[in-house]
């Protein structure tokens, strides 16, 4: 089943609680949350007290995404706040597996993410232990980029390996995920997709999720 997880990097912090009602009744399952340290990416976002407003007003679950480096730090702090699935960047972590094992630990979803120059192969090794893996479709650190194509390469060799390897673990797509894009990225094989700008761009949340899931579904056959 293909999910969309708004992302509030693009909502309207001053009505955050407002915007992520809207996108829950358009058809989100998940709230995907941004974590950016100005040092992994060129940009400073929000941190644990964010996700603990967050957990009041949603029972959503809490889709973190750590763009920072030593995640092993936050991670408790994450999980104190409501966090329910936690990533960290294959290219952040200087022990992957640890790190993984840390967040699962803190009884959290643990997934990983790559950027869109790094390989899927690096991580069969770990594929095993992860909920979800995330395909960077921008370089990230803003949102509102342009989709990068050879993305779509990338989900399908992941949608190969989770077949060969017998696997359930998601994939997720993160970066330029929009009406002309949602089609590709749900064909070559995502089910997770996050969109930001998508959603909350237009000033009309709710409406905008429930187009954009139509638009996955439907390619996606369901």
Same mark, same amino acid.
């Given at each position: 089943?293909?999910?969309?997880?708004?992302?509030?990097? @693009?909502?309207?912090?001053?009505?955050?609680?407002?915007?992520?009602?809207?996108?829950?009744? /358009?058809?989100?399952?998940?709230? %995907?949350?941004?974590?950016?340290?100005?040092?992994?990416?060129? &940009? *400073?976002?929000?941190?644990?007290?964010?996700? =603990? @407003?967050?957990?009041?007003?949603?029972?959503?679950?809490?889709? +973190? %995404? !750590?763009?920072?480096?030593?995640?092993?730090?936050?991670?408790?702090?994450?999980?104190?706040?409501?966090?329910?699935?936690? @990533?960290?960047?294959?290219?952040? +972590?200087?022990? !992957?597996?640890? @790190?993984?094992?840390? *967040?699962?630990? %803190?009884?959290?979803?643990?997934?990983?993410?790559?950027?869109?120059?790094?390989?899927? &192969?690096?991580?069969?090794?770990?594929?095993?232990?992860?909920?979800?893996?995330?395909?960077?479709?921008?370089?990230?650190?803003?949102?509102?980029?342009?989709?990068?194509?050879?993305?779509?390469? =990338?989900?399908?060799?992941?949608?190969?390996?989770?077949?060969?390897?017998?696997?359930?673990?998601?994939?997720? $797509?993160?970066?330029?995920?929009?009406?002309?894009?949602?089609?590709?990225? $749900? =064909?070559?094989?995502?089910?997770?997709?996050?969109?930001?700008?998508?959603?909350?761009?237009?000033?009309?949340?709710?409406?905008?999720?429930?187009? !954009?899931? =139509?638009?996955?579904?439907?390619?996606? /056959?369901?």
């Amino acid at each position: 089943m293909v999910e969309l997880l708004p992302s509030i990097l @693009s909502a309207d912090f001053a009505r955050l609680a407002d915007e992520v009602a809207a996108a829950e009744r /358009g058809g989100g399952t998940a709230i %995907h949350v941004d974590i950016m340290d100005g040092h992994f990416v060129p &940009n *400073i976002t929000i941190g644990p007290p964010v996700v =603990k @407003s967050l957990r009041k007003v949603t029972k959503l679950p809490l889709d +973190c %995404h !750590l763009m920072i480096e030593n995640a092993d730090e936050f991670i408790p702090a994450f999980a104190d706040a409501g966090a329910n699935w936690v @990533s960290v960047h294959y290219e952040a +972590c200087r022990h !992957l597996h640890r @790190s993984l094992e840390l *967040i699962a630990h %803190h009884g959290m979803q643990p997934g990983v993410v790559i950027n869109p120059a790094t390989r899927v &192969n690096l991580l069969v090794d770990i594929l095993p232990m992860v909920h979800h893996v995330l395909i960077m479709s921008v370089n990230p650190g803003f949102g509102g980029q342009s989709f990068i194509p050879f993305a779509l390469d =990338k989900i399908r060799h992941l949608a190969e390996l989770r077949r060969e390897m017998g696997l359930a673990f998601r994939i997720e $797509v993160d970066g330029g995920v929009a009406h002309d894009t949602v089609a590709q990225v $749900v =064909k070559a094989g995502a089910d997770l997709l996050v969109a930001g700008n998508a959603v909350f761009g237009g000033g009309q949340p709710e409406q905008d999720a429930r187009a !954009l899931l =139509k638009a996955a579904r439907d390619a996606a /056959g369901e």
